[in-house]
């Protein structure tokens, strides 16, 4: 069984869990708050593409829309909540497997009545409009009154700012209320119809829309209530039909749904340590959630649709974090992820215009529109009342090569010509077109100045190394995609042949921008100690810590994950050694990476501490680490980090290769893995890799450094081979 469980009730854990607990489709994401009220918990429901750029400000937020979880229960005249009387059993748990969340309590009132309550939730797998709840209420001591309250609740606001107005709201047949709504600056239209199976008495007041059902309950029987919901905004091209269909039939069609999900896309894993199998499907279950399926309009947010932070911003986390899980799984998902930055070429392009070079330059962070949607400020600084600029927008550029790369990867893994004739061609083009721009002549050969690389916390600088390779990457696949252009192929030779890309020094370090290497060393231990919190920043401006040699996350360890081939071992091992030390990972997307670099070097103890640590990014035991959302890109990379890292997968070269190096503590892992179209099973003991297919056809691959073949199933014993240096 798969379960996320809350044993007991802690207000202090309310919003962690409410984002732990989100049930959801990748359409619509619902926030696991409880049905009940209570101070500081953060309600939300999001659909993907739902943005609205509130007045005055510069960037959309991913819209927290009008609710329908929540039930104020009224028992014998005691409106329930678990800060009052007395909670006897507790039982919280997200069943992953059927994607329903359930809630069983046995409560006694301030009057000393005793009664069990049990709530169950999901959004349906299989019509994704679908939002189904169940609440069942048993008297324990005494026949009881009940009331309970629930309806359409449109007082949610993103943190106060209200994004919608409320067009309509009616009462159909006497039971079915419908409410409309509309963003107020981006137009889009929602409707949310909502219906109890029981006779009620209606209101409307004050942007809620209520139905309250009174009865009266003898002992022991049960007063169940089914609520059923269904959510469509103007994105929709079709109507979605209120379902007929009772709690359970809704939930045995959208268990279906999830059963073939687990079936190909779970990783099994046997470990010494069972959180490892629960941190792997717990992301594989949000991966799955937060993911749209059918809409290529549509991204993934950093938090998913689990909450408000970073607005609902799609990163480079998606193409280089998130989408390898889809690629190498269900490839068609993967592709309408690159769809969408392709659907936005034209913004990229004026953008690019905007800031006076060629090409395509993507916004660092996206939303629905395509524009640039990085905040300009940060937060504000409460002593001066100043704010500092937000220099993303304007020089964190290897998001550019990053969607390149990951039009790259798709290609390699599907062969897929139709989609680099309709949009990988030209993207790959336009992004090289951007770089070669983007370059400054200058010390006799071509330089990139003035970037943020993947290490956030050293800015404006020249040559980052990364930024750099990866830039180099991108012209050179848009040329082998772009052949016959000749005004372009003359170009981009010369670009390459002159581009810089920084090398090891005498002492064997590549370094990670111009200066890097000249500056203070401090010792970050009590940084590390508190990694995400971004601590250091307490104790240093920015300005100061970017003159230190101090990295928020992986920068040229990105740079080793990306290009396994690219650098010889012991310059990856060195480099890795030398740049972790001074790598704080308050980025949620520097520990998994580290994880499968140490493994590529040999280093399994730290591989796997790193990858539990990034395992517990969302699962760890401090309270508000995640109340405004998962990591999006962390779960992405806790994936990665088994199948690139532990499984020892390399797909950068013209065959795939396999090399597994597991932690000592696993004695197994299993996954599916799509390659070229076919399904391939990799099965892996301490002393045997099995690859299984369901087709005859010959797949050539390359296993341990040597060329193999698959036709149905491979099987290879080996004692455990190390590859430490
Ligand atoms: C990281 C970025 C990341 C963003 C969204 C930032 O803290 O430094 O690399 O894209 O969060 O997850």
Redesign the pocket.
């Known amino acids: 069984m798969r379960k996320i469980i809350e044993k007991e009730f802690a207000l202090n854990y309310l919003n962690k869990y409410g984002s732990q607990m989100t049930v959801g489709n990748g359409y619509l994401g619902v926030r696991g708050a409880l049905e009940e009220e209570y101070p500081e918990q953060v309600r939300g429901m999001y659909v993907a593409g739902i943005y609205n750029r509130p007045s005055g400000s510069m960037s959309s937020e991913l819209v927290n829309l009008p609710d329908v979880t929540r039930f104020q229960v009224t028992l014998d005249g005691e409106v329930f909540s678990m800060q009052a009387g007395k909670v006897h059993t507790y039982e919280r748990f997200l069943d992953m497997d059927t994607g329903e969340l359930v809630r069983k309590i046995t409560w006694e009132s301030s009057a000393g009545k005793k009664y069990q309550l049990n709530f169950h939730r999901f959004v349906s797998k299989a019509v994704k409009h679908i939002i189904a709840a169940k609440v069942e209420i048993t008297p324990l001591s005494d026949d009881m009154k009940v009331k309970v309250k629930t309806g359409i609740d449109a007082q949610q606001t993103n943190f106060g700012t209200q994004q919608l107005a409320e067009s309509g709201l009616r009462i159909f047949d006497e039971e079915l209320m419908v409410g409309e709504y509309e963003t107020i600056e981006s137009k889009q239209r929602i409707t949310v119809a909502t219906k109890v199976n029981e006779k009620g008495i209606f209101t409307a007041k004050n942007r809620q829309l209520m139905t309250e059902v009174e009865q009266e309950v003898a002992v022991n029987e049960v007063f169940v209530l089914e609520k059923i919901s269904v959510v469509k905004t103007s994105l929709d091209e079709v109507d979605a039909e209120f379902p007929k269909a009772s709690y359970a039939e809704l939930k045995s069609a959208s268990e279906t749904m999830w059963t073939d999900f687990w079936e190909h896309a779970g990783v099994r894993v046997e470990s010494t340590d069972d959180f490892d199998q629960f941190a792997l499907d717990f992301a594989c279950y949000h991966l799955e959630i937060m993911t749209p399926k059918d809409d290529f309009r549509c991204s993934v947010g ?1 938090k998913g649709l689990t909450g408000e932070g ?1 607005k609902g911003h799609v ?3 998606t193409e280089i974090f998130i989408m390898p899980f889809f690629l190498y799984n269900q490839p068609g998902i993967a592709k309408q992820l690159l769809q969408y930055r392709y659907l936005h070429l034209k913004e990229a392009k004026e953008k690019a215009v905007k800031n006076g070079y060629n090409g395509a330059l993507y916004p660092w962070e996206s939303a629905f529109s395509g524009e640039e949607e990085t905040p300009e400020f940060a937060a504000i600084n409460i002593r001066t009342g100043t704010r500092q600029k937000v220099a993303s927008a304007i020089s964190e550029h290897h998001l550019v090569a990053d969607i390149a790369y990951a039009v790259c990867e798709y290609e390699a893994a599907t062969g897929d010509a139709q989609f680099m004739a309709d949009c990988g061609a030209e993207l790959l083009l336009e992004t090289a077109e951007f770089w070669m721009s983007r370059a400054t002549k200058r010390n006799g050969r071509l330089e990139i100045l003035d970037v943020i690389g ?1 290490d ?1 916390y050293t800015e404006h600088i020249d040559n980052n190394t990364y930024t750099n390779y990866m830039a180099h990457y991108n012209v050179k696949k848009a040329l082998e995609w772009n052949k016959d252009n000749e005004s372009f192929t003359v170009r981009a030779e010369k670009f390459l042949n002159n581009l810089y890309l920084p090398v090891t020094n005498e002492a064997g370090l590549i370094p990670q921008d111009d200066t890097f290497l000249q500056k203070d060393w401090i010792n970050l231990d009590k940084y590390k100690a508190a990694q995400g919190t971004q601590g250091i920043l307490l104790d240093y401006s920015r300005q100061e810590v970017n003159e230190l040699q101090i990295l ?2 992986a920068d040229l360890v990105m740079l080793f994950y990306l290009f396994p081939k690219m650098f010889a071992p012991e310059i990856v091992k060195k480099n890795l050694d030398y740049y972790e030390k001074r790598t704080i990972h308050d ?3 520097s520990k998994a990476i580290h994880a499968i670099v140490e493994n590529q070097t040999g280093n399994r103890a730290q591989a796997y501490q790193f990858f539990q640590e990034a395992c517990l990014i969302d699962l760890g035991s401090e309270p508000h680490s995640s109340d405004d959302g998962l ?3 962390s779960l992405g990379a806790i994936w990665l980090a088994v199948v690139f890292g532990f499984a020892g997968i390399d797909t950068s070269g013209e065959l795939l290769e396999i090399a597994p190096n597991l932690p000592d503590a696993w004695q197994f892992v299993a996954f599916e893995f799509v390659w070229k179209g076919e399904t391939i099973l990799v099965d892996i003991a301490a002393n045997r890799l099995q690859l299984s297919k369901n087709t005859k056809s010959v797949l050539e691959l390359v296993i341990y450094g040597e060329k193999q073949q698959l036709t149905d199933t491979l099987t290879i014993n080996l004692e455990q081979k190390d590859v430490s240096l």
Do not use: I
Request: net charge negative; glycine share 0%; aromatic share 20%.
């Open positions: 950093a970073y990163f480079w986390d993947p956030e928020k996350q980025s949620s997307l990591h999006a890109a």
